[in-house]
């Protein structure tokens, strides 16, 4: 009988003495552990859960592992979500509770998170004593450490317990729990692309990557797993995954820009890192005629670019069947191979602001009358057109605006920008830009075809625009045009061949102001359905 309860004593200062290390992998609670609400009752929503690391396609909502605990509640009364260890004693070798922790929202909640000790019960909510709190302030937007000093319970079994408070909408994660210290890995070594890599790649396309790539630590404790980062900032970097190696598409970066990056060597006890750089490539230039059809499997074209300020993106499909074209479907105009065509989707939130694709540099030096075309295809549904703007230019110039556009297309419809008074002596780029700032629009919007070219060669017929007119000539000040088609675009120059006005009317009437002209015989370009009219002004 004595062996027998000597036996049950070392067995029950064997599990009192047992160090809490959890990362929250397996059922949930975890065996020994408790989850339950505050001692007013409120809101069984305010219990923990178990969070997957991937939510919104997105990853790091776990520090290690594929899971961690989360408190989150959406409640307007007071509300506390706990979430206790099994009982364990602290010693003097082991009295540091270390876990790592998140929030994901920026906007304060004004939660309150607090680490409160028991030494006689797991779940009366009155024997448990506050030893550390934090507020909003005090929790990252990714998982840092954070850790308490429990020196004060050496010797004696308690159970730790992380409580969630407030009365709004707010979260808190929790990860890899521990109270034995490990040893953290050293940095990875090696990468690939190297350190201050120049030069970098990015061709869109379907077979085009830049792969990354890197070595162990040769230090440090053993490494769990590893967290890439990718940033244009080396203090904001964006978590894309856990990968051993990783294989990125060239369509997340820009051209001419400097990246930066880390594969974090990552075990329970936190990560370690050494952050990297490498620049991508110029701007590649094309000699005009020059088209892009878009027949990209999916993929931005070859030397195409885009940016975005609310993560709104143009995107490649060659079907749409949602907001598009007189509320139906969309396939690309086939003017060229296949059919592909570029869209942003405006239909859902975030609104679509300064959502721009951007074409390669196009080497136009050559060409007497530059010009571009491009399809689009646009449908409010009722409610309010997104506006569309085309802008010509370069970085060292600046840009201009040579095509806006805010009303419904019959399907696809041909347009065509006149860029004679853009500077081609350097080779220039296009901007397609949207811009959505009703709030309302269910319009999304497509862009297909788009071709640089000779005016006076292909696309554009010098004849007569119906219904055409214009008054008075010789004119004094307000110089009136219409027609019985759509006025696209009127471009006035002098004899010197300088362009002196330019407007974008695409209705059938416009007036224009020469107040500010110089007496003398102007040329005048009116762009209508295709059709390009020149005719001769004079100004008194």
Known sequence: MK??????????????NAQISEGFEGSFPPSGWAAFPGSNG?????????????WNNRPGYAHTGAFAALSSFDYEDYTEGWLVTPQFTPTAAEHILYFHQRQLSSVDYYSEYTIRVSTTSQTTHADFTIIDTQDETNVPMIFGLHTVDLSAYIDTPIYIAFVHAQDDDDEWYIDDVLTEAVD??????????????????????????????????????TVDQYNLFIGSSSDDLRLLGHPTSFTANPSIFHYN???????????????????WSFTTSDVPTFTAPYIIDFENDGFVPDGCDQLVTNEKWWEYSNSISEHMGNAGDAEGTTTNSGGYFAFVDSSDNPDATNTTFISPLIDMSSIEEPAVSFYIMSNNEGATNVDFSVQAGNEANGYTTVFTSN????????????????????????KFIIDETNGTSKDDFAIDDIEFFESTVTNVTNEDIEGLN???????????????????TVSIYNLLGQEVIKVSPNTTMTKINTNNLSSGSYTVKILANNKLKTIKMIKN
């Open 3 to 16: 062996r027998i309860t000597l036996l049950i004593l070392l067995l029950t200062t064997i599990s009192l």
């Open 42 to 54: 409120v809101s069984s929503d305010a219990e923990w859960v178990q969070q997957d690391d991937i």
């Open 184 to 221: 953290l890995p050293g940095a990875s070594i090696n990468p690939i692309p190297a350190d201050g890599a120049t030069g970098i790649s990015i061709t869109n396309t379907q077979t085009s990557h830049i792969a990354f790539s890197w070595e162990a630590p040769t230090d440090g404790g």
């Open 257 to 275: 820009t400097t990246y930066y990056w880390k594969a974090a060597a990552v075990n329970m006890g936190g990560e370690t890192s050494s952050i």
């Open 407 to 430: 009303t419904n297309t019959n399907g696809w419809e041909k347009k065509i920008a006149m860029l004679n008074g853009i500077d081609t002596t350097i080779p220039i780029q296009l």
């Open 470 to 488: 214009y008054y008075p000539n010789p004119t004094l000040d307000i110089f009136t045009i219409n027609a019985n088609e759509k006025i696209e």
